[in-house]
């Protein structure tokens, strides 16, 4: 029998059996050797189960050590150094605890009163960041395991983990997420090192390229954009979609001859997020065009004799004769939506087929106003501020459609003055099921501009194919306010209207919640006990607020984990999980106190 040589002089048989897997070791441990035979060989003068357990110790070895079990093979390259401080001992328990708990209790309604550890290591991570401190070696598998288990946990989970991670990562297939480069810059050069930078460019996976990109974007604009134009023609449609996407970071006006080249491009999409990229830029030669295409569907006019500021006449009438002259009350906005989608719209962005339930040319007009330039409506309207242009009545039904359009635009273009004018106060935003009206015009949506008879509307400039409900997504607008205002606005939103269209709004305001928000959402679902209803109706907002407020609240709270009389009309048992639910609570938050003690250099 000829023999192999195997790596470091082992020499391996070619009747070698594999190794036996964990699970087999098991089985044979707990059914006993003498029942079942052992998937090992014992060596001469040991015995069949000390043969076992040696097997289940080499198993444990390797398993720690994150090798699957193989032939011996060449020593892997020593791993990177990590110079960062490491953990304090009180923390490093923690994050093993955390890890450990990482699937969870299980599902049901009733939580019981512990904390869901579960939900507390995206916030733990993101806290030892802040520090600086490197991964214990030892978790380093664990981390792993998390974070390919849970998307939302790479990037922290990565970026704390460091180049051993990686290096851990090339030993086992089952971590190979984490030399992709998404969410991770340690895999990536420098800003000294311009040849590496170029070979895994030309060379490197397709996410690798993505996270360089992205990352090269956030450090040097220009060079992330000189990279990109150097292969953009040689690059595949679906891959320079992803590539323009990350021209988001650093996106300025000298973007602007690369993006506007992109509006000629084969793909349809490509061409899209060009024009989406442009828009975002008021001072684009797109945003100008679409600014002349938009003013063209809007005018101002009087509703009283007729006169348009811009010089043409409208000939709308006031039905009931009561608007003073001179007043914002004697004007209105008459929309004409547009009857085609030229060639030179549609390589402008504009797509000319709608969604299903849409109508073509309220689709076409909702696409020219979003990206038109936000600031130019002053100037084209009398000089009036956005409240006051929100303000003004709607003609023919396009109220809706008009704001809705300037929403998507205050939201694409940043633009704090117009979110404020559409968001307008809390306490006059209507709900409805997740559509609002929203804005000053919100308690005048019957104003009478919007039944007035018009000439514009026998030309066809009519909505009839236009959406009954509103489109405008409040949390996305609320990003464009500055956080503390932001989380002013939903307090005293969640003062007026309660929780039950709060959750994607408080999903947007910075952690931990300010006092009066914090005050606001306690408050809310103190009453929602009152109320008797089961806390299982706000166990969403329940779980913001256990890894949202903030941790010195603590013992404010306690007070809301007695069991107080359970009201006559209520629904039976509810009292006693609130007092669970607020037990949670408490419980959450001083163990997330504690953590950030123990995270304390």
């Known amino acids: 029998m000829i023999e192999a040589p195997g790596a470091h002089g082992t020499r391996l048989g070619p009747a070698a059996t594999p190794e036996p897997s964990w699970d087999e070791l098991v089985s044979s441990a707990l059914l006993g050797t003498e029942r079942r035979t052992p998937p090992v060989a014992a060596r001469e003068g040991r015995s069949t189960a000390a043969a076992l357990l040696d097997a289940a110790a080499v198993s444990t070895v390797r398993r720690r050590a994150a090798l699957r079990p193989a032939p011996a093979r060449e020593r892997p390259v020593p791993a990177p150094a990590d110079p960062r401080p490491p953990l304090p001992p009180a923390a490093r328990r923690r994050l093993a605890l955390l890890l450990a708990d990482r699937n969870g209790a299980g599902g049901g309604h009733r939580r019981g009163t512990a904390p869901d550890l579960t939900e507390l290591l995206p916030q733990w991570l993101a806290a030892a960041a802040q520090h600086g401190y490197r991964a214990p070696e030892a978790l380093l598998p664990a981390l792993l395991d998390a974070a390919r288990a849970r998307t939302d946990l790479r990037t922290a989970a990565l970026d704390f983990a460091g180049p051993r991670a990686l290096w851990l990562a090339r030993l086992n297939d089952e971590w190979k997420f984490a030399l992709r480069g998404v969410g991770n810059t340690a895999a990536l050069p420098g800003a000294d090192e311009p040849k590496a930078v170029r070979t895994l460019w030309e060379e490197g996976l397709f996410a690798e390229r993505v996270s360089l990109l992205a990352a090269l974007r956030r450090r040097d604009p220009a060079a992330g954009l000189a990279l990109l134009a150097a292969t953009w023609s040689s690059e595949r449609a679906e891959d320079r979609l992803m590539f323009l996407d990350s021209l988001r970071e650093g996106l300025s006006m000298a973007d602007e001859p690369f993006l506007e080249q992109a509006l000629s491009d084969r793909s349809r999409n490509v061409r899209a997020t060009a024009a989406e990229l442009l828009s975002a830029l008021p ?134 003055a117009w979110t404020r004018a559409l968001l307008g106060a809390p306490a006059a935003a209507a709900q409805s099921s997740g559509t609002y009206v929203i804005g000053p015009a919100a308690t005048a949506s019957t104003a009478p501009a919007a039944s007035v008879t018009t000439a514009a509307a026998m030309s066809g400039s009519a909505s009839p194919d236009s959406p009954a409900g509103s489109s405008r997504d409040l949390a996305r607008l ?90 006559a009309d209520g629904s039976p048992g509810a009292v006693g999980y609130w007092s669970e639910a607020f037990q949670r609570l408490v419980g959450t938050l001083r163990l997330r106190a504690t953590m950030r003690a123990e995270l304390a250099p």
């Open 283 to 416: 001072g684009t030669a797109l945003a100008a065009r679409m600014a002349g295409r938009a003013r063209a569907c809007v005018s101002l006019v009087r509703t009283e004799d007729g006169t348009d500021p811009s010089g043409t006449a409208a000939h709308l009438t006031d039905p009931s004769g009561t608007q003073a002259v001179g007043s914002d009350d004697a004007w209105a906005l008459v929309v004409q939506a547009p009857r085609a989608c030229d060639a030179a719209m549609q390589r402008d962005g504009v797509v000319p087929r709608p969604p299903t339930g849409r109508g073509e040319r309220a689709w076409w007009l909702s696409q020219l106003l979003e990206a038109a330039p936000l600031k130019c409506w002053s100037g084209w309207l009398g000089g009036r501020e956005p409240a006051e242009i929100v303000a003004l009545p709607v003609a023919d039904g396009w109220r809706t459609e008009l704001h809705d359009a300037w929403c998507r635009a205050a939201v694409r273009q940043r633009d704090v």
């Open 478 to 567: 609320l990003t464009v306010l500055p956080e503390e205002e932001r989380a002013r606005w939903v307090a005293e939103y969640i003062a007026a209207h309660g929780l039950s269209d709060a959750f994607r709004m408080l999903g947007v305001c910075a952690v931990p919640w300010t006092e009066p928000l914090g005050r606001a959402v306690v408050d809310a679902l103190d009453i929602a006990r009152d109320a008797g209803s089961y806390p299982w109706s706000f166990s969403g907002v329940m779980g913001l607020a256990e890894r949202c407020l903030d941790p010195d609240a603590a013992d404010r709270l306690a007070m809301l984990t007695t069991v107080p009389d359970e009201p």
